[in-house]
């Protein structure tokens, strides 16, 4: 009795340092050492990404929100819209941003971005790693998917948006495996259209996904399979609910009806604003965009993996979006990298058996101590902000009491508003009512040199705040009408000459 009373403890003991290994193998495993490395790359990008213009408007979106618990109905933020109707199209990702920024300032809005784009991206490793690719390849597909997205890198809204699109992309992998599922949809899409307008690519990947079912058979390397009645009943109903789900907004049908607003009427937004433009092949955007589509062309040529019909077809809409606007190479990424990781072999496979997870924690633990020890201090990013916005030649206009009317550099006016609200801008990101009323024509038909006097007079301008290399810089420093007063690496300021 005494040895079988020993022995137990024994085995008991003996299983459970067992299962502390085959947890300690599963959580510290090479995969999961990739995936802390991805978000370590992240990390590395934090700060150049920290002066976004569109985030101080944002902000002061927001701070109206909390305060008055109302959204406002027209602008009172800038001289070339007051008065102008206007809509908070995107005011429940404004939220968590402001939140952050009262909470911890600038280290407070660099957070919240760290951290969302971690959750996007380790999403876009998993779904490369669940779609059959090995770790080492998905974890080179997904830095590919990462610099793709540099271009949407900093505190912005459509970053809420793009990990709804990930949630949906999740969802539906694990519907196509199980059948099961989909009850979430419809409460992401309520979600997804109070943080942004990108919930339209999701009804389109729904919609890809569901149409790419109705058929079946194969051609060549791509096939197809018919959804069964369960799962296209299934698949219809969740479609019409998040139809529904759309409209619990506080702006109702207009929030619904903006994003096909800003496409046929906000036609100057995609010729001027860079982002909005295609996409140029002699850029670093243009060139991994290249590289995108020969991995594509090579993984067709070299790959006898068939292609399921619903991954080709978003894949296709995917490149088409990309290559016709800079600002959706993002989504472009999210989208080809479950797709071209499991065609590629560039690497030896993961032997798990191989696999060392005390390297892989000591791997794990530098990432975590760097990330803490180097997280962009205050100052850093107060600096990064004074490199970007004209801080000091705002805090000149304050102690000589400037308050007349101000043509700025457009990227500058949401900064204006939060930092210097007194100080109204003539314009600024918010587009839309710009491109209504008529100023932002007059804007660049006078930042474009088209007629510059003109419309400096027309608004009664009293002062020019622009960056010291424009053209209308050059034009104004050698013009009798007016003089600057202020000059520094970011700023000039001219006043008009009496």
């Not at 900093?154 to 099961?180: A, I, K, N, Y």
């Not at 506080?250 to 010729?271: A, E, I, N, S």
């Not at 038909?445 to 006097?453: R, V």
């Amino acid at each position: 009795m005494p040895i079988a009373s020993e022995s137990v403890p024994e085995t008991v003991s003996s299983s459970s340092r067992r299962s502390w290994s085959a947890f300690a193998a599963v959580v510290f495993s090479f995969p999961i050492m990739c995936a802390f490395l991805l978000v370590g790359v992240i990390f590395k990008n934090l700060v150049r990404g920290a002066a976004e213009p569109d985030i101080w408007w944002h902000m002061r979106n927001a701070q109206y929100l909390l305060q008055r618990h109302s959204f406002p109905n027209f602008d009172t933020y800038s001289v070339g819209a007051a008065g102008s109707p206007w809509m908070n199209f995107e005011w429940l990702s404004e939220v968590p941003y402001l939140l952050a920024f009262n909470a911890k300032g600038l280290q407070g809005l660099v957070g919240v971005y760290f951290v969302v784009l971690a959750l996007i991206f380790v999403g876009v490793y998993y779904r490369a790693c669940r779609a059959g690719a090995d770790c080492k390849n998905a974890t080179l597909v997904t830095l590919l998917s990462i610099f793709l997205g540099v271009v949407s890198l900093g505190p912005r809204t459509l970053l809420f948006g793009w990990l709804c699109m990930m949630g949906l992309l999740l969802e539906l992998d694990h519907f196509h495996r199980t059948g099961r599922g989909l009850w979430i949809l419809p409460p992401l899409f309520a979600l997804w259209i109070n943080f942004h307008g990108s919930w339209v690519f999701g009804f389109v990947v729904l919609g890809i996904v569901i149409a790419s079912g109705l058929a079946e058979g194969e051609w060549g390397l791509v096939v197809a399979h018919r959804w069964t009645p369960a799962e296209l009943k299934k698949l219809f109903i969740t479609l019409a609910i998040s139809l529904a789900a759309l409209f619990v907004n506080p702006f109702g049908y207009k929030l619904v009806l903006y994003p096909f607003d800003l496409l046929f009427r906000q036609t100057g937004v995609m010729q001027y604003i860079e982002e909005w433009q295609s996409v140029d092949l002699t850029t670093v955007n243009g060139k991994l965009a290249l590289v995108v589509i020969f991995g594509l062309l090579a993984a067709v040529l070299f790959s006898r993996r068939k292609w399921k019909l619903d991954e080709a077809m978003l894949a296709v809409f995917a490149l088409w979006a990309g290559l016709s606007h800079v600002r959706f190479l993002f989504f472009l990424g999210l989208i080809i990298a479950p797709v071209l990781a499991p065609r590629l072999h560039l690497f030896p496979p993961y032997d798990r058996d191989n696999d060392k997870p005390w390297m892989n924690v000591a791997i794990i633990a530098a990432i975590l101590v760097s990330m803490i020890h180097f997280f962009p201090s205050e100052n850093t990013l107060q600096q990064k902000v004074d490199e970007t916005f004209p801080t000091a030649a705002l805090s000149f206009m304050q102690r000589k009491n400037i308050n007349g009317r101000v043509f700025n550099e457009l990227s500058w006016g949401g900064y204006m508003e939060w930092n210097t609200p007194q100080l109204k801008p003539f314009i600024d990101t918010r587009l839309d009512m710009f491109i209504y009323n008529g100023a932002f024509a007059d804007k660049v038909k006078t930042s474009s040199l088209q007629a510059p006097f003109e419309m400096l007079d027309k608004h009664k301008f009293d002062y020019v705040l622009l960056n010291p290399g424009d053209a209308l810089a050059y034009l104004l420093r050698h013009s009798a009408a007016w003089h600057p007063i202020y000059t520094d690496k970011v700023a000039v300021l001219f006043a008009r000459t009496p």
